[in-house]
């Protein structure tokens, strides 16, 4: 099945530094969803697009829905370590409403 | 407390050794999940199901059944495991049969090994 393009595949960076992770896809998305998994655990939802151009905000964490509707930004601000985990994007487009489409995940390393 | 629960959260097994992993919601969802997650592949849908008696195949469901027949439960079964279905796996829930889109809730991940 069809997956999505996420990158980049891991970041190595520094505490009090700002992230950026992205998502795209070869077809239009009607959803764009960011999830963050945590070492152990299953991922947990941070935040859901629903609109074209829409932007909205967590706490530190920001995501937008590209004008395009092929793909998905998400920014973190001045990082802390609780940081850390693996970051998913996903969707849905108009093959299904009932399956989520996934990227393959962006790992977020914190240098002591 | 609202939870997926999901057992055993380790399980090594052999070949063809028929077993069942059973995921429970308290949250009355409707809509319930199967993924598998993959180094390198992201989490990848076995099968779901929008509602009681109604199940569907998502990307990966050779060598995989489902059921649910009531509401709270959506065990996951594998008839004759084999070592590529060693695997994280992870159930996942929802308020309404509009699917995933709306905030879907995961358990805490069961990690199988097939010897």
């Known amino acids: 099945g069809q997956q999505l393009n996420q990158s980049p595949q891991s970041m190595f960076i520094q505490e009090g530094e700002d992230v950026s992770m992205n998502c795209t896809s070869s077809?239009?998305?009607?959803?764009w969803l960011w999830y963050k998994q945590d070492p152990g655990e299953g991922p947990v939802l941070l935040i859901a697009l629903y609109k074209a151009g829409e932007l909205t905000s967590n706490g530190r964490l920001t995501a937008q829905f590209g004008i395009t509707r092929k793909d998905s930004f998400l920014n973190i601000s001045a990082s802390i370590p609780s940081d850390v985990g693996i970051y998913f994007c996903a969707g849905t487009n108009g093959d299904s409403n009932y399956q989520l489409i996934w990227g393959a995940g962006t790992k977020l390393i914190i240098k002591p | 407390e609202a939870q997926v629960t999901q057992n055993p959260r380790y399980l090594i097994t052999v070949t063809g050794k028929k077993l069942t992993v059973t995921c429970s919601q308290n949250m009355n969802h409707e809509y319930m999940s199967w993924y598998r997650q993959d180094p390198g592949l992201g989490l990848r849908q076995i099968y779901y199901?929008?509602?009681?008696?109604?199940?569907d195949k998502g990307d990966v469901p050779e060598g995989y059944k489902v059921s649910r027949k009531e509401k709270r439960n959506f065990p996951l079964i594998l008839e004759s495991p084999s070592p590529n279905q060693t695997s994280l796996y992870f159930c996942a829930s929802s308020l309404e049969a509009g699917g995933p889109q709306e905030t879907q809730y995961f358990g805490p991940g069961t990690r199988l090994l097939v010897l």
């Open positions: 199901s929008m509602n009681v008696e109604v199940t």
């Open positions: 077809s239009i998305f009607n959803t």
